[in-house]
């Protein structure tokens, strides 16, 4: 196991420290060490409670000094030091310090980000106590034979048999429900033990064995594996359901028995348990997982465990990427393409970057995995930065997808579904099939309309209507979370005649309830899933072949393997295809090839039905005749036509004001101070209104700043945002900038 840290530079005057504090200013604070504390205990990596004006924070300690640029007398003393050993190694300090200098953020935020809730409060690193149960002292195989008249007892006895090392509560539940009784009973005759320890994860038996490979999985992992212990970038392209994770499997494998560790980043935590699940199966090392569904402690019990290096393999969702791992080996990146990767508030990373920054530091290989790659990963490809593989053999069968578009032109239409679609589904129903029915629009409707004078339900914070929620019977604004009692009466008239226009899920739903009395309907969006352990249960159910037609956002568009569905039905994609975002038909695409991708995948052929007033669109010709590499070609031709990333970096700088002549002042302000600075290679756009100007109260302008040359992009933003936040008018409004954007909304 490598060193977690090393001592900061004993030459200097320990005196003094710098600690970055999370505050939104730039910079590190200097503190003075107490006469109490030894300065050898100031290790770099170290949290430390110091005052900060009228409060207490807890601060990272990043270096000693022998000097300091505030007079000596103004400064305070350290009130607390937290940790005997540091909770982030040097490694990873340096990449945080990477990412707060490239994404031109706090650095006291950015250490914060990376550091669990528990710890960010001033928590003991520590592991949670949890029950854990095995075999008693003495107990054998032999006292099976004791048991045969209680078949309970025995099984749960030759699991603890098979399990030395004990089985807490979490895998007892998941595995062997019903399993209290029987354990009690163990205990008092004295053949299992219960005993207390850290809340680490234990390793799971190994209970499936590798399916055999085909000739382009084996020729993938081979490819990567003779570089394991060399940083090399690997794209893993693979269609829909042609094996990509036994990839990961077999290579995981591979360094886990070499004595270090996998990280593997998934973009959603509802993708976690699957391949949570399959890992466990076939690894049998300790696993730890990581994502926002957690509590606090289980989070911190998880973190302890991969930052010990107890945990071998570490599954977690974007901030993942900032787990101290001391033997890490490799990393994976599934779905590399998904938007989920970038932060979109406060710390804006984008953790699939930050992954090969990762690998490049410590160098190991990264593998990023996609059926959809994202444009900048193929024109990495292009310039022979990444080294490409192709999975084009669907590993379980032959039968090929059919896509078919459905011209809704002048076609009758019941809730948004058209007669073709409603007699295919109803076709693959009757065949004991199932069924996905994908809209991006949660939802009962978009919005409720007075048929009386056309006054709607617009969001009084947003330029947007508020959804209309029939089953709550209220108006959600899906942009800033405003919520209220649906009217019975128009606003401006008082007519009782509200008609709710256009359809989300939950109409979908409704309808097909209707339709198909006798057939289960399950709806997976953020509405249905909010309650903790909802989502498992709903996929849980699917994957059991429980729900014969699932309605679904892009939730169900992310790598769940559903063997039972046979047809995918598209019902809304014209939407997106007049986007005024440059990465709107990329991100169109990967929506259609990823949810199409959900039918077929057993032994029974699938079929896609994409509904269209658009059928002659080129997007969707090209994807239906040509495929997603074909597309992505004629998609990066024009992006480097047009100017756009990838073929050039863009930064957007963003503001919000309640007044929009405050926001106006501020970004003319700052145009001008960016132009002052003469750099010809660097091109400005703006300020102008944000595709939505209005949202949850405040009126969004921004200004794009974009390069040919990523140097000169970073050198104007190093003198320029400094002097942003010294303008009194960014006093009075909100601003942000935001590196590598994903979009421009």
């Not at 700052?670 to 595709?691: C, K, N, Q």
Request: aromatic share 6%; glycine share 6%.
């Amino acid at each position: 196991m490598r060193a977690q840290a090393s001592l900061l530079d004993t030459a200097n005057t320990p005196g003094i420290l710098k600690v970055a504090v999370p505050i939104p200013l730039f910079g590190t604070f200097d503190y003075l060490i107490p006469a109490s504390i030894s300065p050898e205990h100031f290790v770099s990596g170290c949290r430390v409670r110091v005052p900060f004006g009228r409060r207490e924070l807890i601060g990272v300690v990043l270096a000693r000094a022998d000097n300091s640029d505030v007079d000596l007398a103004r400064l305070k003393p350290v009130s607390e030091l937290i940790d005997k050993k540091p909770v982030l190694d040097e490694r990873m300090l340096d990449l945080l310090r990477w990412a707060a200098t490239y994404y031109q953020h706090p650095i006291g935020e950015v250490m914060e980000a990376a550091l669990p809730s528990l710890l960010r409060q001033g928590k003991a690193a520590e592991a949670a106590v949890i029950k854990a149960w095995s075999v008693s002292e003495g107990t054998s195989s032999d006292d099976l034979e004791t048991l045969n008249r209680a078949a309970k007892q025995k099984h749960i006895l030759q699991i603890l048999l098979n399990n030395p090392e004990g089985l807490d509560e979490l895998y007892l539940n998941e595995h062997h429900p019903n399993w209290r009784t029987a354990m009690k009973a163990l205990l008092e005759k004295g053949l299992a033990q219960c005993t207390e320890r850290a809340g680490l994860p234990a390793a799971h038996p190994v209970t499936t064995q590798p399916p055999e490979l085909n000739a382009e999985q084996q020729q993938a992992i081979s490819a990567i594996a003779t570089a394991l212990h060399q940083h090399h970038i690997h794209l893993l392209y693979g269609v829909t359901g042609s094996g990509k994770t036994e990839v990961y499997l077999a290579l995981s494998e591979q360094v886990v028995a070499s004595g270090r560790q996998v990280l593997m980043l998934v973009p959603e935590i509802s993708l976690t348990p699957q391949l949570t699940e399959r890992f466990q199966q076939r690894m049998g090392c300790p696993i730890a997982v990581l994502h926002s569904g957690l509590n606090d402690q289980q989070r911190l019990s998880a973190w302890v465990a991969a930052s010990t290096g107890h945990a071998r393999l570490v599954i977690g969702t974007r901030s993942a990427i900032f787990t101290p791992l001391p033997d890490l080996g490799l990393i994976l990146v599934d779905e590399e393409h998904d938007g989920s990767y970038k932060q979109q508030e406060g710390f804006r990373y984008n953790a699939r970057d930050l992954a090969l920054v990762r690998g490049h530091k410590e160098n190991l290989p990264v593998v990023l995995g996609s059926a959809t790659p994202s444009l900048e990963s193929l024109h990495n490809v292009n310039r022979g930065r990444f080294q490409m593989h192709t999975l084009k053999q669907r590993a379980r069968t032959q039968s090929i997808t059919r896509i078919k578009l459905l011209d809704m032109c002048s076609q009758p239409m019941q809730e948004g579904l058209s007669a073709a679609l409603l007699t295919r589904i109803e076709q693959h129903l009757e065949q004991d099939n199932q069924v996905i029915l994908f809209l991006n629009r949660r939802g009962f409707s978009p919005l409720l309309l007075c048929h009386s004078c056309g006054w709607t339900t617009r969001c009084k914070r947003c330029d947007a209507n508020m959804t209309y929620h029939k089953h709550k019977h209220q108006l959600h604004c899906h942009h800033c979370g405003a919520e209220t009692r649906s009217p019975t009466h128009c606003g401006d008239c008082g007519s009782g005649e509200l008609v709710a226009i256009g359809s989300g899920t939950e109409r979908i739903e409704s309808f097909l309830s209707e339709r198909f009395p006798e057939v289960h309907i399950n709806r997976i969006d953020r509405d249905t899933t909010r309650r903790k352990g909802a989502l498992e249960d709903k996929l849980q159910q699917a994957h059991a072949g429980g729900a014969s037609i699932l309605v679904g956002t892009q939730m169900l568009a992310k790598g769940h393997d559903f063997p039972n569905v046979t047809l995918v039905g598209v019902i809304d994609t014209d939407q997106a295809l007049y986007s005024t975002d440059f990465r709107a038909a990329e991100h169109l695409a990967q929506l259609i090839i990823q949810v199409s991708g959900r039918a077929g995948r057993a032994d029974k052929p699938g079929e896609v039905l994409i509904q269209t007033h658009q059928p002659d669109h080129p997007l969707l010709q090209t994807l239906l005749h040509e495929g997603y590499e074909k597309f992505s070609e004629t998609a990066l031709l024009e992006r480097q036509q047009a100017g756009f990333p990838p073929h050039k970096h863009l930064v957007i700088l963003r503001c919000g004001a309640i007044k929009k002549e405050l926001g106006l002042q501020f970004m003319n302000e700052a145009r001008e101070l960016a132009d002052s600075y003469g750099m010809a290679e660097v091109e400005i756009f703006g300020p102008w209104p944000a595709p939505m100007e209005r949202r949850a109260g405040r009126f969004r302008t921004q200004t794009m700043i974009q390069a040919l040359d990523r140097k000169a992009l970073h050198q104007l933003l190093r003198n320029w945002l400094p002097r942003l936040q010294q303008l009194k008018s960014s006093k009075q409004i909100r601003w942000s900038i935001d590196v590598d954007p994903y979009d421009t909304f």
